[in-house]
């Protein structure tokens, strides 16, 4: 699995775009300019920082010794998950499609609902 499959899936969402933070290093995605994933671009094997629910990240982190705890400030929330030959694609894709609807939920229902 690479940057790319990743990459690809991660826009496969509605209203989800992509960003370069600072630099090259990394893509933000982003759905309505709230940010659900950034994938490193510099790292091999790939790694992506997602956003979950605090007790799933516990369980995440007990099962997967490829899931550690975030960048992000908030490291209850936020997962690095280290993409390797071993890492089920399906898991990851459940992960990178939860982290989108925890921040799609969040965002006004002016908004979800194709309001301005």
């Avoid at 991660?10 to 300019?33: C, N, Q």
């Amino acid at each position: 699995m690479n940057h790319e499959v990743i990459r690809d899936y991660a826009l496969s969402f509605p209203f989800a775009d992509e960003s370069f933070p600072f630099d090259d290093t990394s893509l933000v995605f982003k759905v309505h300019g709230k940010m659900y994933a950034i994938l490193s671009l510099d790292d091999q094997p790939a790694r992506i920082n997602l956003k979950n629910d605090p007790e799933r990240n516990i369980e995440l982190r007990e099962e997967h010794d490829w899931i550690i705890p975030g960048y992000h400030s908030n490291k209850r929330h936020w997962n690095t998950v280290i993409v390797e030959e071993y890492a089920s694609w399906e898991l990851i894709k459940e992960m990178i499609e939860t982290s989108y609807k925890l921040v799609w939920q969040k965002l006004p229902k002016k908004v979800r609902e194709g309001g301005v």
